[in-house]
């Protein structure tokens, strides 16, 4: 027994599984034409620090705390400068999940469907365009379009336990199981962020142009955008305005250049450049803080858009670590992916992702 | 233990289990099987985030006869079968999703037993030579994966694939002396590898301690 103690402590001590790095090292951000129909630059074609934003780039393939981000797109003018796949090069063509973001979609398209009269105010109660909440939903009938756009809807839908139903599917009818959840506050009231209010948007542009929203929305604005390589998602034949678009980067970025040019596309007024700016204006202008290393900073809600002050720049959250940040004045639009099963610690959080937009930002002259 | 498992970014999850086992023996000088079930599972920890495992092996079967009846060392080999069931669970990781690496092994088994002094030392060695095996979809369905336990059990028997000793390996080693007549401990080192995709890796480094309800002999555990 004395002999073979060292030998097993030589096996306890031996056997170890070692972990792989979770980024790839940087190497490149130059951008490649695959033909998408964006054009590619160079930053320092387009005023951007070259140094500067190599160096941002390294941080970031060298950051473990940043292990989670799997993409990173920069544009300015409208062009495609830098672009980088910390994990998986097909990153830049296979469909990602993108959580929340598909909530920003939303409201652009609320802006189309209003402009083309399916929905004629966003003072409109809802119960004008949802039946059930006339049979047997009365006590949501005093919630407007307007309300669910600024999160003020009142129904107390619990973004963490009430999604986890509706992700299992458990819930026969989505629409029902969201107008079942009762009001905890009078509409118009509170703020409380929570994807049943998306829902019950593109629930109401279903039922007004009368077709699934995600066919309409190809319809009146991605096929125009170019906007093709994605999946939207239905629960029990509704398009699910909380979230359900997968979609790549550079195709993400072409929702983020329309909003940053006001609605227009290749010239093309696509959605009214009014209900952009309202859509952009912060309605809720205390929607959180961030005080962070990373980043500090203030956050405020426009119609479904997020909005930054410091940067100055509007912005699209998805759970995970999903974002697009559009710097409006500096024509500047960042797009970053993250892995999109995390959770709490885990996930690539606003701050973190908004630093690195903030130091982009200062390389842009 | 240790898990590394492809849909974890390349991170280790480490961490304790405890393994319960329940089984029984029959054996003789040239002869031994034995059949044992057992439950277990703990936490793991990466990144100061937790993941969890079940372990649920309903099936261990073994059967090894003495092929060197003449000595005084006795060497059996024999085969042996597996059903193991090792389901993870990481929340913050992997909010909403299971893990797991199901086989069903047939494997080698070989067993020393040495004199030494008045003891028996034993030294197994066991390793799957073709297994059916499940592991989660690689583009797995982004949402979550239902929590009923039917829904489980389906899944965690799903996608059942065909696996040599190349593509699933799954090893034993185990060092031990009998301690007394109703006692035995072991060292025992166990890794597990799938190399097909999804990828999958446990090591664990264990002390089992067996306790025999009747005189066990001290010949083998």
Known sequence: ?365 | MELKDQFNHGFVFRGPDLVIQFGFERQNINRIFDYSFSLGGGGKTTLDSWGFRWAINPINLSYAVNVTPASKAALFLGPALYMNYSIQNYPEMHTGHLNWMTNYSLALQILGVIPVKKKNLNIQLTTALISLVSRPETNRDPYFFSTKAADIIRNINSNLKLASSADFLRTNLSIGFNLGAKRFLAYELQYISHSGQPQFHQLSHALRYVFYFRDHGGQAK
């Open chain 1, 1 to 365: 027994m004395k002999r073979l103690f060292p030998l097993m402590c030589l096996f306890f001590f031996a056997g170890c599984l070692l972990e792989d790095k979770a980024l790839l090292p940087f190497e490149s951000f130059q951008p490649t034409d695959i033909n998408d129909g964006w054009e590619v630059s160079t930053p320092g074609s387009e005023n951007i620090d070259e140094t500067t934003l190599t160096q941002i780039f390294e941080d970031v393939h060298a950051d473990e705390d940043l292990w989670q981000l799997r993409s990173l797109l920069v544009f300015r003018n409208g062009k495609l400068v830098a672009e980088s796949y910390l994990k998986d090069a097909e990153d830049q063509t296979s469909q990602h999940a993108i959580w929340s973001c598909t909530k920003q979609v939303l409201a652009v398209l609320v802006g189309i469907a209003l402009e083309q009269g399916h929905i004629k105010s966003i003072g409109d109660p809802i119960s004008d365009y949802l039946e059930e909440v006339q049979n047997g939903n009365e006590d949501k009938a005093g919630i407007t379009l307007e309300n669910l756009l600024t999160m003020r809807s009142g129904i107390n839908f619990n973004e963490t336990d009430d999604s986890s139903q509706l992700l299992q599917k458990k819930p026969k009818n989505t629409l029902q199981y969201i107008l079942n959840i009762p009001l905890i506050n009078e509409p118009g009231e509170v703020f409380q962020y929570n994807s049943g209010n998306s829902h019950l948007i593109a629930a109401s542009i279903q039922n007004a142009v009368g077709k699934p929203t995600d066919e309409w929305a190809d319809d009146v604005l991605f096929s125009q955008i170019g906007f093709s390589n994605y999946n939207w998602l239905r629960y029990d034949n509704y398009t699910f305005g909380g979230w359900g678009i997968s979609t790549t980067p550079r195709e993400l970025a072409r929702v983020a250049h329309l909003v940053m040019n006001r609605g227009a596309w290749n010239g093309t007024q696509l959605v009214d450049s009014l209900w952009i700016d309202q859509m952009i204006s912060p309605h809720i202008l205390d929607a959180g803080s961030f005080e962070e290393d990373t980043f500090t900073g203030s956050l405020q809600f426009g119609y479904h858009w997020w909005i930054q002050p410091e940067l100055e720049a509007y912005f699209m959250s998805g759970s995970g670590g999903q974002y697009a940040v559009i710097v409006p004045a500096k024509s500047l639009v960042v797009v970053g992916f993250s892995e999109h099963d995390t959770d709490d610690d885990l996930e690539l959080s606003s701050d973190q992702f908004l630093g690195i937009v903030g130091r982009i930002e200062d390389a842009a002259g």
